[in-house]
Protein backbone atom coordinates (compact mmCIF):
# COMPACT_ATOMS: atom_id res chain seq x y z
CA UNK A 1 0.00 0.00 0.00
CA UNK A 2 3.03 2.53 0.93
CA UNK A 3 4.11 1.61 -2.96
CA UNK A 4 0.87 2.11 -4.50
CA UNK A 5 -0.10 5.16 -3.31
CA UNK A 6 2.71 7.41 -4.36
CA UNK A 7 3.03 5.26 -7.82
CA UNK A 8 -1.17 6.35 -7.89
CA UNK A 9 -0.21 10.27 -7.24
CA UNK A 10 2.44 10.16 -9.63
CA UNK A 11 0.01 8.86 -12.28
CA UNK A 12 -2.56 11.53 -11.41
CA UNK A 13 -0.30 14.15 -11.70
CA UNK A 14 0.83 13.07 -14.99
CA UNK A 15 -2.72 12.56 -16.26
CA UNK A 16 -4.03 15.72 -14.47
CA UNK A 17 -1.26 17.67 -16.38
CA UNK A 18 -1.82 15.88 -19.72
CA UNK A 19 -5.66 16.88 -19.67
CA UNK A 20 -5.43 20.28 -18.61
CA UNK A 21 -2.99 21.40 -21.64
CA UNK A 22 -6.03 19.68 -23.89
CA UNK A 23 -8.42 21.40 -22.46
CA UNK A 24 -6.68 24.95 -22.75
CA UNK A 25 -6.76 24.58 -26.88
CA UNK A 26 -10.60 25.14 -26.74
CA UNK A 27 -11.39 29.01 -24.10
CA UNK A 28 -14.59 28.62 -22.65
CA UNK A 29 -16.47 31.34 -22.34
CA UNK A 30 -18.76 32.18 -19.05
CA UNK A 31 -21.28 34.34 -20.56
CA UNK A 32 -22.17 32.10 -23.22
CA UNK A 33 -22.08 29.45 -21.00
CA UNK A 34 -25.12 31.39 -18.99
CA UNK A 35 -27.13 31.19 -22.34
CA UNK A 36 -26.57 27.40 -23.02
CA UNK A 37 -27.39 26.26 -19.45
CA UNK A 38 -31.27 25.83 -20.21
CA UNK A 39 -31.08 22.08 -20.06
CA UNK A 40 -28.60 21.74 -16.76
CA UNK A 41 -30.80 24.45 -14.50
CA UNK A 42 -33.70 21.98 -14.40
CA UNK A 43 -31.89 19.62 -12.26
CA UNK A 44 -28.63 21.27 -10.98
CA UNK A 45 -30.60 24.74 -10.38
CA UNK A 46 -33.23 23.77 -8.21
CA UNK A 47 -31.73 23.12 -4.16
CA UNK A 48 -32.22 19.73 -2.73
CA UNK A 49 -33.37 18.32 -5.77
CA UNK A 50 -33.18 14.64 -5.96
CA UNK A 51 -32.76 12.33 -9.02
CA UNK A 52 -34.39 8.97 -8.96
CA UNK A 53 -33.40 7.10 -11.75
CA UNK A 54 -30.94 4.87 -11.78
CA UNK A 55 -30.50 5.75 -7.96
CA UNK A 56 -32.34 8.67 -5.58
CA UNK A 57 -29.29 11.13 -4.31
CA UNK A 58 -29.40 14.86 -4.40
CA UNK A 59 -28.02 15.96 -8.09
CA UNK A 60 -24.66 17.68 -7.25
CA UNK A 61 -23.99 21.10 -6.62
CA UNK A 62 -22.05 22.59 -9.88
CA UNK A 63 -20.93 26.54 -9.33
CA UNK A 64 -17.88 26.65 -8.11
CA UNK A 65 -15.99 23.60 -9.61
CA UNK A 66 -13.38 23.58 -11.72
CA UNK A 67 -13.65 23.81 -15.62
CA UNK A 68 -12.23 21.25 -16.04
CA UNK A 69 -13.24 18.34 -13.98
CA UNK A 70 -16.75 19.69 -15.52
CA UNK A 71 -15.57 19.04 -19.04
CA UNK A 72 -14.02 15.85 -18.43
CA UNK A 73 -17.23 15.01 -16.76
CA UNK A 74 -19.13 15.92 -19.60
CA UNK A 75 -16.73 13.94 -22.30
CA UNK A 76 -16.81 11.10 -19.53
CA UNK A 77 -20.98 10.78 -20.15
CA UNK A 78 -20.61 11.34 -23.72
CA UNK A 79 -18.26 8.80 -24.40
CA UNK A 80 -19.75 5.97 -22.24
CA UNK A 81 -17.14 6.11 -19.72
CA UNK A 82 -19.49 7.28 -17.09
CA UNK A 83 -22.73 5.27 -17.37
CA UNK A 84 -25.92 7.71 -16.64
CA UNK A 85 -28.86 7.74 -18.82
CA UNK A 86 -29.91 11.10 -19.09
CA UNK A 87 -26.20 12.62 -18.53
CA UNK A 88 -25.70 10.94 -21.67
CA UNK A 89 -28.68 11.92 -24.10
CA UNK A 90 -28.19 15.32 -22.90
CA UNK A 91 -24.01 15.24 -23.35
CA UNK A 92 -24.37 13.71 -26.50
CA UNK A 93 -26.05 17.13 -28.01
CA UNK A 94 -22.89 18.63 -26.87
CA UNK A 95 -19.86 20.38 -28.76
CA UNK A 96 -16.55 20.92 -27.60
CA UNK A 97 -17.09 24.24 -27.48
CA UNK A 98 -20.42 23.78 -25.53
CA UNK A 99 -18.82 21.95 -23.27
CA UNK A 100 -16.37 24.92 -22.70
CA UNK A 101 -18.81 27.36 -22.38
CA UNK A 102 -20.79 25.60 -19.63
CA UNK A 103 -17.80 24.38 -17.55
CA UNK A 104 -16.46 28.10 -17.99
CA UNK A 105 -19.68 29.48 -16.37
CA UNK A 106 -20.26 26.90 -13.23
CA UNK A 107 -16.88 27.87 -12.61
CA UNK A 108 -17.57 31.51 -12.36
CA UNK A 109 -20.36 31.02 -10.40
CA UNK A 110 -19.01 29.50 -6.71
CA UNK A 111 -19.38 31.01 -3.30
CA UNK A 112 -16.47 33.06 -3.52
CA UNK A 113 -15.53 31.94 0.07
CA UNK A 114 -11.66 31.95 0.37
CA UNK A 115 -10.54 28.75 2.17
CA UNK A 116 -8.37 28.84 4.97
CA UNK A 117 -5.31 25.99 4.57
CA UNK A 118 -7.34 23.39 6.54
CA UNK A 119 -11.38 23.31 7.03
CA UNK A 120 -12.22 20.34 9.59
CA UNK A 121 -15.63 18.90 8.84
CA UNK A 122 -18.26 19.81 11.25
CA UNK A 123 -19.46 16.29 12.45
CA UNK A 124 -16.64 15.40 15.13
CA UNK A 125 -17.54 12.11 14.86
CA UNK A 126 -17.16 11.91 10.84
CA UNK A 127 -13.15 13.12 11.99
CA UNK A 128 -12.70 9.98 14.58
CA UNK A 129 -13.88 7.57 11.90
CA UNK A 130 -12.95 9.13 8.67
CA UNK A 131 -9.30 10.12 9.60
CA UNK A 132 -7.93 6.26 8.76
CA UNK A 133 -10.01 6.17 5.69
CA UNK A 134 -8.82 9.21 4.43
CA UNK A 135 -5.17 8.28 4.58
CA UNK A 136 -6.10 4.54 3.42
CA UNK A 137 -7.31 5.86 0.35
CA UNK A 138 -4.33 8.66 0.02
CA UNK A 139 -7.19 11.29 -0.87
CA UNK A 140 -5.54 14.91 0.43
CA UNK A 141 -3.01 13.80 -2.11
CA UNK A 142 -4.98 14.38 -5.40
CA UNK A 143 -8.61 16.55 -3.50
CA UNK A 144 -6.31 19.04 -1.40
CA UNK A 145 -5.86 18.91 2.55
CA UNK A 146 -9.40 20.86 2.36
CA UNK A 147 -10.34 19.08 -0.27
CA UNK A 148 -11.31 22.42 -2.24
CA UNK A 149 -7.32 22.43 -3.51
CA UNK A 150 -7.13 19.85 -5.89
CA UNK A 151 -3.86 18.54 -6.70
CA UNK A 152 -4.50 19.38 -10.87
CA UNK A 153 -7.66 21.01 -12.06
CA UNK A 154 -8.98 18.02 -13.47
CA UNK A 155 -10.02 16.87 -10.21
CA UNK A 156 -13.10 17.53 -8.36
CA UNK A 157 -13.76 19.55 -5.58
CA UNK A 158 -15.48 17.54 -3.09
CA UNK A 159 -15.55 19.68 0.42
CA UNK A 160 -19.10 20.53 1.14
CA UNK A 161 -20.34 18.50 -1.84
CA UNK A 162 -23.82 16.44 -1.07
CA UNK A 163 -22.46 13.18 0.48
CA UNK A 164 -25.16 10.89 -0.95
CA UNK A 165 -23.95 12.18 -4.42
CA UNK A 166 -20.44 11.15 -3.25
CA UNK A 167 -21.48 7.89 -2.10
CA UNK A 168 -23.29 6.77 -5.08
CA UNK A 169 -20.41 8.53 -7.12
CA UNK A 170 -17.70 6.40 -5.00
CA UNK A 171 -19.66 3.09 -5.41
CA UNK A 172 -20.47 3.80 -9.68
CA UNK A 173 -16.66 3.33 -9.80
CA UNK A 174 -16.92 0.19 -8.00
CA UNK A 175 -19.63 -1.17 -10.84
CA UNK A 176 -18.42 -2.64 -14.25
CA UNK A 177 -21.56 -4.87 -14.82
CA UNK A 178 -23.93 -2.89 -14.94
CA UNK A 179 -25.66 -1.08 -17.97
CA UNK A 180 -27.14 2.18 -16.77
CA UNK A 181 -24.76 2.80 -14.00
CA UNK A 182 -20.90 3.13 -13.14
CA UNK A 183 -17.67 4.80 -13.96
CA UNK A 184 -14.77 3.42 -16.22
CA UNK A 185 -11.49 6.02 -14.17
CA UNK A 186 -9.34 2.87 -13.42
CA UNK A 187 -7.56 4.88 -11.04
CA UNK A 188 -10.35 6.00 -9.05
CA UNK A 189 -12.13 2.37 -9.25
CA UNK A 190 -8.57 0.62 -8.11
CA UNK A 191 -9.27 3.11 -4.55
CA UNK A 192 -12.76 2.63 -3.87
CA UNK A 193 -12.62 -1.15 -4.44
CA UNK A 194 -10.55 -0.93 -1.26
CA UNK A 195 -13.85 0.09 0.66
CA UNK A 196 -16.53 -1.61 1.37
CA UNK A 197 -19.46 0.31 0.81
CA UNK A 198 -20.05 1.13 4.72
CA UNK A 199 -16.76 2.75 4.54
CA UNK A 200 -17.35 4.98 1.41
CA UNK A 201 -20.65 6.14 3.56
CA UNK A 202 -18.52 7.34 6.15
CA UNK A 203 -16.06 9.11 3.45
CA UNK A 204 -18.97 10.51 1.38
CA UNK A 205 -20.45 12.00 4.94
CA UNK A 206 -17.06 13.47 5.87
CA UNK A 207 -16.62 15.71 2.83
CA UNK A 208 -19.83 16.18 2.81
CA UNK A 209 -20.02 17.72 6.38
CA UNK A 210 -16.92 20.19 5.08
CA UNK A 211 -17.40 23.73 4.34
CA UNK A 212 -16.61 24.24 1.06
CA UNK A 213 -17.03 26.40 -2.12
CA UNK A 214 -19.28 24.65 -4.63
CA UNK A 215 -22.75 25.80 -4.66
CA UNK A 216 -26.32 25.30 -6.35
CA UNK A 217 -27.04 28.31 -8.00
CA UNK A 218 -30.73 29.07 -8.10
CA UNK A 219 -32.28 30.85 -11.02
CA UNK A 220 -34.77 33.39 -9.75
CA UNK A 221 -38.12 31.81 -11.20
CA UNK A 222 -36.98 28.82 -9.41
CA UNK A 223 -37.01 30.82 -6.62
Request: glycine share 10%; with cysteine; hydrophobic share 40%.
Amino acid sequence: MKKFIPSLLLLLTTSGITLSALAQDIKGDPVAGSHKNALCVGCHGIKGFHTAFPSTYRVPKLSGQSAAYITAALQGYQSGERKHPSMRTLSASLTAQDMADLAAYYESTGTGVTLPARVESTNANANANAAELVTKGGCVGCHGENFSKPLAPTYPKIAGQHADYVFVALKAYKTSDKAMMGRGNPIMGGIAKQFSNAELKVLADYVGSMQGELQTLQPVRFK
